[in-house]
């Protein structure tokens, strides 16, 4: 079966109280209708079709990757009928089957989609709709059927009758339409006291030419909540986050407390892997196996492998953790640095764009900046690499097996050779040849009597 997608993404959001369109509010970081145009990616169409209004270059800067994604303006809020009659301008040549999504409804699945459409195939349907049950139904649209459970019409709320109110399936949102009824949308009628054509009204007008039609009512009514408030926004993303956590606890991973941890969408956490409360885990995160994340962790963009341990109170930022690591606790790993496997990175250690070798140690109150760090490492407590002298940055190198006293400076470009030591408390602004010892101390004095002498001086 050929498909297409339109997404309507016109709408203002006034009840969001926001300039910006309502598509574009974020939700655990990616705007609504990113996840509308992903879902639809996933069932892999000849052609998306974005449908916006005034606010078009925002949408589509928000979306990032628009390059199957097609544009069209709808100049004048007219109403969604119009909406998609004005996507539909795209797709003259297409013959199939035109999935129809809504930009605010960003808890939508594929497989949701998929199921929906193989109905809508196995009927050879000219128009399907999807519903679902809620109670109350708020200001949904309603189903409206015969005697028999046949689908008559939807009615918006405002055109409701008291009896009418009291039925607890709506309509979705989400449409499957057959190519040949596009020239049906122009049949719907302006309604006169809103002054738009309602696609909800393309059930009655199919109908009335003979066209064979049916509403599904889907089990899953939370994947077809729309964000039109920010009070539904908050809803979403509860939903969104036990989602995530019942998705990977039925993968085999361990939560302490799932009420308050919030996965991405798009992260990844294998089978037993133990997460502790007030964890975030954000972006195309990769968790691997048996790890063990504890409380008040933020970890973004980034990979951990399998075994490893990320220790309370850690930030990591778009980097890599090797395989038996340990990090934390209150460590800072900062975009583009890489830990080797088994090595340990401390309390109070930030780490920025920065290679750390297999088996490397900073256990303590330390700074490792835009630095090479071999195998077999020691950075004693207080070690900073000044990297930066107000206009460029400049590298360190540490080779394999060096050990760094505590309270060292390190100041590039300079490398530090393999098996070679640096003294506590040393400022090393030139190499340290291979097993050499590199020292800056000023040579200590003992001053006697000085004790008393202040004492007298001070008249203390």
């Known amino acids: ?25 974020k939700l655990y970081g990616l705007p609504l209708i990113r996840y509308v ?30 390059r199957d994604i097609s544009f069209v303006i709808q100049r004048k809020p007219l109403g969604t009928a119009h909406a998609l009659l004005s996507g539909t301008s795209l797709l003259k040549d297409f013959k199939g089957t035109v999935v129809v999504l809504n930009g605010d409804m960003p808890l939508i699945r594929p497989e949701t989609i998929r199921r929906f459409l193989k109905l809508h195939e196995r009927h050879k349907n000219t128009l399907s709709v999807a519903s679902f049950v809620v109670k109350p139904p708020h200001s949904y649209g309603r189903i409206i059927r015969s005697s028999d459970g046949e689908a008559l019409k939807i009615r918006e709320t405002s055109s409701l009758t008291k009896a009418q109110k009291e039925i607890n399936e709506v309509n979705s949102g989400l449409y499957a339409i057959d190519s040949t009824a596009f020239p049906l949308l122009r049949k719907i009628k302006l309604n006169r006291k ?36 920010r009070q539904e926004l908050l809803k979403a993303h509860d939903i969104l986050r036990k989602r995530q956590v019942m ?71 778009e980097s890599f953790v090797g395989s038996k690591a340990e990090v934390g606790p209150f ?21 920025k764009k920065s290679f750390v070798g297999t088996g490397t140690k900073a256990m303590h109150l330390s700074y490792i900046g835009d630095a090479t760090v071999g195998r077999g490492v020691n950075i004693g407590a207080g070690t900073i690499t000044c990297n930066y002298d107000g206009r460029k940055k400049y590298k360190t190198i540490i080779e394999d097996g060096v050990f760094v ?11 530090l050779k393999k098996g070679s030591y640096v003294g506590a408390g040393s400022t090393i602004t030139a190499d340290v040849p291979t097993n050499a010892l590199g020292i800056s101390r000023v040579r200590q004095r003992n001053i006697k009597g000085w004790v008393k002498r202040k004492i007298k001086i001070n008249g203390e």
Do not use: W
Request: glycine share 8%.
């Open 405 to 415: 006293g505590s309270d060292s400076q390190l100041i590039a470009p300079v490398r």
């Open 1 to 25: 079966m050929r498909y297409s997608c339109v997404i309507l993404a016109a709408g203002l959001g006034k009840r969001m109280n926001s300039s910006l369109p309502k598509v574009i509010h």
């Open 194 to 229: 809103k002054k738009e054509y309602y696609l909800t009204d393309i059930l009655e007008v199919v109908r009335g030419r003979g066209g064979k039609t049916s509403v599904y009512c889907m089990v899953d009514g939370d994947e077809f909540i729309g964000i039109n408030t």
């Open 37 to 66: 145009v992903d879902a639809g990616r996933k069932l892999k169409p000849e052609k998306i079709v974005v449908v916006a209004g005034k606010n078009h270059r925002l949408i589509k800067d928000s979306i990032v990757d628009c």
């Open 247 to 317: 998705c990977f606890i039925q993968k085999g991973v361990s939560f302490i407390d799932a009420e308050s941890v919030f996965i991405h969408p798009y992260a990844m956490i294998g089978r037993e892997t133990l997460i502790y409360p007030n964890v975030y885990i954000q972006g195309k995160t990769r968790i691997g196996k048996k790890c063990i994340i504890y409380p008040n962790v933020r970890i973004i963009d980034s990979i951990i492998k399998d075994h490893a341990i990320i220790k309370d109170s850690t930030l990591i930022e």
């Open 331 to 351: 460590a800072h790993i900062r975009p583009g640095t890489s830990i080797g496997q088994s090595a340990k990175i401390g309390n109070f250690v930030e780490v």
